[in-house]
């Protein structure tokens, strides 16, 4: 019995120190000196799955070495603190107002118009126009009853333009909204070399103004009693099928009314590149929607109206034919009307001494041989006249406001 305890006790001793020595064995083996520096592999096997390689924290064995004092932090003034021999920014948290300040925000100075941006800061004194100066002050009771001709001068041929209205200096294009009754009404400019058209004039017969009505008369010309006339020419504007830019108007008024002085305007543009305040207004009785004809005024602002001046008023009439303004209805009547010219213009007193004038067939201006102006002309519009001047303003000739020839 004795000797079987003590086999048993022998056993039991050899397997405790056979436990011992593995057990220093394992400690050992996972000790890791700060000489060291690199881990275990077996320390990888508790790594959780998914981690990122090359993290920078992973799972170690605790150990018994002794706790090495961590160098000091030393601190960048900049804002950064020094540890280990990384520099790492003492507060990693972004700031939280990522906003631009107030004050650096862009000033909403930009608006659109017509497809333009254009600044507010940027007042152009002809972009801001009076009410004044938008509609004439001519009624329609000033207009004197056609006589015969396709116009009548007005005020003595000087527009009705406000001297502020006259300093414009840029170019512009403004457009009365028709009315209730579908009616255009002022179309008011300042004409310049940019406004006119590059290119054809587009179709303009989708444009029905008030009081259209299609009628055909053999003795009219172009056989159609009734256009679709621009308040601003096309030549000037490149205005195309613009319906508060199109009134019903006679073939006689559009072309033997209106064009003439829409030609005189464009040609004086064309050679001096200059601006000219320009106001067509159609004229109505009552709530006819045929217009009794219209105002036209222009005035060259480079020259004080010397190249370009006039105020007259032209007729929608057509000879041989009866207009039903109410309604745009039309009958052909016989003649019955005086071929008396009217004209409002001033006439100088004839006098037995000829003398002589240099005029501008373009323009229609008459100038003394001094006058400034002669020299500005082109060769091929500069015309030399002797004679009284009585007969050149029967032809529509006006004397020149600058040098007063008469």
Not at 132 to 138: E, L, M, V, W
Not at 377 to 400: H, Q
Request: hydrophobic residues 30%; aromatic residues 8%.
């Amino acid at each position: 019995m004795k000797s079987r305890f003590s086999r048993f006790a022998a056993l039991s001793l050899a397997a405790l120190l056979l436990f011992c020595s593995c057990r220093t064995e394992q400690n050992t083996a996972d000790m890791v000196t700060p000489s060291d520096g690199i881990p275990n592999e077996s320390d990888k096997i508790g790594e959780t799955v998914g981690d990122d390689i090359g993290s920078d924290t992973e799972d170690t064995a605790e150990t018994d070495l002794p706790e090495i004092a961590e160098p000091l932090e030393t601190i960048d003034p900049n804002g950064s603190t020094e540890s280990n021999g990384k520099t790492e920014p003492t507060d990693k948290t972004e700031p939280t107002d990522k906003t631009k300040p107030t004050d650096k925000t862009e000033p909403n100075d930009k608006t659109e118009s017509n497809g333009k941006t254009e600044s507010n800061n940027t007042t152009e004194p002809n972009l801001t126009v009076d009410s004044d100066d938008f509609t004439a002050d001519i009624a329609l009771s000033d207009i004197p009853e056609y006589v015969g001709e396709p116009y009548a001068v007005i005020h003595d041929n000087e527009p009705l333009f406000s001297e502020e209205a006259k300093r414009a200096l840029s170019s512009f294009e403004l457009y009365s909204p028709r009315d209730e009754l579908g009616r255009c009404g002022t179309a008011y400019a300042c004409l310049a070399p940019e406004l006119m058209p590059t290119e054809k004039r587009e179709s303009i017969g989708s444009v029905k103004p008030s009081g259209w009505q299609t009628a055909r008369y053999d003795f009219v010309d172009g056989g159609y009693l009734y256009n679709r006339c621009h308040l601003i020419g096309f030549q000037l504007a490149g205005e195309n099928a613009n319906p508060d830019n199109l009134i019903t108007g006679t073939r006689y008024m559009n072309t033997e009314g209106m064009l003439p002085f829409e030609n005189m305007t464009a040609d004086y543009i064309k050679e001096t590149s200059s601006h000219v305040l320009y106001r067509v207004t159609p004229m109505y009785n009552g709530d006819e929607p045929v217009a009794r004809g219209v105002l036209m005024e222009a005035y060259s602002l480079s020259d004080d109206g010397d190249g370009i001046e006039f105020c007259v008023f032209c007729y929608n009439v057509q000879p041989g034919v009866s207009i039903h303004y109410a309604t745009g209805d039309s009958e052909a009547v016989t003649e019955n009307i005086s071929d008396t010219a009217q004209t409002s213009e001033i006439i100088p007193e004839q006098t037995s001494v000829s003398q002589t004038y240099i005029l501008n067939t373009n323009t229609k201006k008459i100038h003394v041989p001094s006058c400034s102006a002669v020299s500005q002309m082109k060769e091929e519009n500069k015309s030399e006249y002797t004679g009284d001047p009585t007969d050149l303003v029967l032809r529509g000739y006006s004397a020149c406001k600058k040098c007063k020839p008469f």
